[in-house]
Nanobody, 119 residues
Framework: QVQLQESGPGLVKPSQTLSLTCNVSGAAITTAYYAWIWIRQPPEKGLEWMGTITYDGTTYYNQSLKSRTSISRDTSKNQFSLQLSTVTPEDMAVYFC???????????WGQGTQVIVSS
């Protein structure tokens, strides 16, 4: 059974960098041809794809967030991470990590973590 678990601070101050980690169990993040995703959902809005890191470490970013977003991984810990710089209240959302199944579907999700941006 594949499981994903987000971790990170629930409160970030404006202009700071948000850092989240997704711990993966039950599957190696290096297994071809899966990809690992960060998605967020602001209050009363839909899901927003933020970026992807593939099984071989290639990254893709939402163009609207690309200048502020970085996704990396630690294969020794089987985890991948999100950094979002210069946060504003508009970045408040529930942040999810998920697995993309190689065919465009997201088959496993973390439970999500609420992030509040406030001084």
């Amino acid at each position: 059974q594949v499981q994903l678990q987000e971790s990170g601070p629930g409160l970030v101050k404006p202009s700071q960098t948000l850092s989240l980690t997704c711990n993966v169990s039950g599957a190696a993040i290096t297994t071809a041809y899966y990809a690992w995703i960060w998605i967020r959902q602001p209050p009363e809005k839909g899901l927003e794809w933020m970026g992807t890191i593939t099984y071989d470490g290639t990254t893709y970013y939402n163009q609207s967030l690309k200048s502020r977003t970085s996704i990396s991984r630690d294969t020794s810990k089987n985890q991948f991470s999100l950094q979002l710089s210069t946060v504003t209240p508009e970045d408040m959302a529930v942040y999810f990590c998920a697995r993309e199944d190689g065919m465009g579907g997201y088959d496993y999700w973390g439970q999500g973590t609420q992030v509040i941006v406030s001084s």
